[in-house]
Structure formats: C-alpha cells, structure tokens
C-alpha cells in the first residue's frame, strides 16, 4: 500500500462502530455512533491525526455499514466492502486470537494494508431498485411458506383452513407482481441483463433467498478495481 494512504479498519454494529488507524508510530482507536454526525466525527478524527486520505475497510455484514461506506466514499475516500470469510482466514492466518469489536477493527486495518482488496463503488440506481424488488419478493416468498406449512396441522377444521387460504392467495398475488416488476427492471436497462449470469452464479453459492439477493448486487460487477485514486476505481463490491 502507498505510503500516503493509511489503512483504515472499521467495525460495524448496528447503533455505533469502531475505528482503527494504522499509522507508522502508533495505531490510534476510538468508537464513533452510527449516524451521520458520527460518521463527520470520524472524518474530523482522522485528519486529527494528520490523515488526508485513507483506505478504509469493513466487512459485508448485513447494512450496517452502508451509509457509512458511502459517506466515505462521496467525500473522495477508498473503500473497500470484504468478504467476513477471507476476514476470518486472515485472523487465523495471523495467529490473531482475541475477537472484540476493538479488536476487530484492528484486524480489518491489517487486512487492508497487507491484502489490498479491491475498491468499493455503490451500484448504480436502477440495481439498488432491483435489489430492493428482489428482497421484498424473498420476505413474501418466506411468508407464504409459513402459512402454507400451517396448512400442514391436521388440526385444524375447515374453517380455520379456508381461513388460511386467504393470505396464501394474497401473498402468491403479490409475489407474482413483483415477479413482473423485476422482468421489466432487467428489461429496461441493458446492463442488468449483461449481468444477468454473474448474478444467477452469485445466487447459487448462498442458501437464504434474501441473502442470495444482497449478495449479487454486492458482486455489481466482479471486477477488481486498480490501485488509483477513487475516480478510476471500478465498481467492485464484494472483496
């Protein structure tokens, strides 16, 4: 890693997050809350520091992390998104036992300056949208299962049963509108069909529906993006 760019480790939670700098005469932490004024707080603490410009790194668990990763990356930081798989096998590889949200951060810091890993870049509007489409069709999906696993109970009398028709029915409705939505989301732009395929092999590495999802516009797209300032990073999003 370039000299003048320091590793920065961030561990996310959901109502606060940990920084660790790794700078050349000491590794200075704090804790900041998850929010917008936290996120300038980081900012002001790292330039403290002596710090203009960073390489920041956490990991792709849950949203967490979002609105953090792109407030640093609109303000011209790097930012990479990595793999908590490759993060653990790092810890291991690294005799590193010790796991705390402190310690995590460390941990990600060191990820970041000994790995490189590819550069964050948000995907463009139309797959945030078809992401959402696509996770809500999943949490739909689930819901029907569990009323048509109900339909199981040989318990229940007739009544009860025809009862729980009703939102079977609704639910399937629903699911199939937006089946529709998403084939006209892929129709419509040319780039989410190009995509297509990566993402159907995205999907079929993870077993939630929804995490399936989340997955595969994280992959938007697989490439691995160059060493350069974050104008010329590509938009890759899962290291």
Request: with cysteine.
């Amino acid at each position: 890693m370039s000299e003048s760019i320091v590793p920065l480790g961030l561990d996310l939670a959901k109502l606060s997050f940990e920084a660790h700098l790794r700078l050349p005469l000491g590794y200075p932490r704090k804790g900041f809350a998850n929010t917008a004024e936290g996120f300038e707080q980081l900012d002001q603490w790292v330039k403290s520091h002596g710090v203009r410009t960073f390489h920041a790194c956490l990991e792709a668990t849950g949203t967490y992390g979002d609105e953090l990763a792109l407030y640093l990356y609109e303000h011209g930081y790097q930012v990479s998104i990595v793999n908590p798989a490759k993060v653990a096998a790092f810890r291991k590889s690294e005799g590193i036992r010790t796991k705390n949200d402190q310690q995590d951060a460390k941990v990600l810091a060191l990820y970041c300056e000994k790995k490189e890993p590819p550069l964050w870049k948000p995907a463009p509007a139309e797959v945030q949208l078809l992401a959402n489409i696509v996770n809500r069709r999943a949490d739909l999906q689930a819901m029907r299962q569990q009323e048509v696993n109900r339909l199981e109970n040989s318990r229940w009398d007739q009544q009860t049963l025809q009862g729980l028709q009703v939102p079977i029915e609704s639910l399937a409705t629903q699911i199939s509108e937006l089946t529709k939505r998403i084939r006209q989301q892929m129709k419509a732009h040319k780039e989410l069909q190009e995509q297509r395929e990566s993402w159907r092999w995205a999907s079929a590495q993870r077993t939630s529906t929804r995490r399936r999802s989340w997955w595969a516009i994280r992959a938007w797209p697989s490439k691995r993006a160059s060493r350069e300032p974050r104008c010329a990073a590509r938009p890759v999003l899962i290291a």
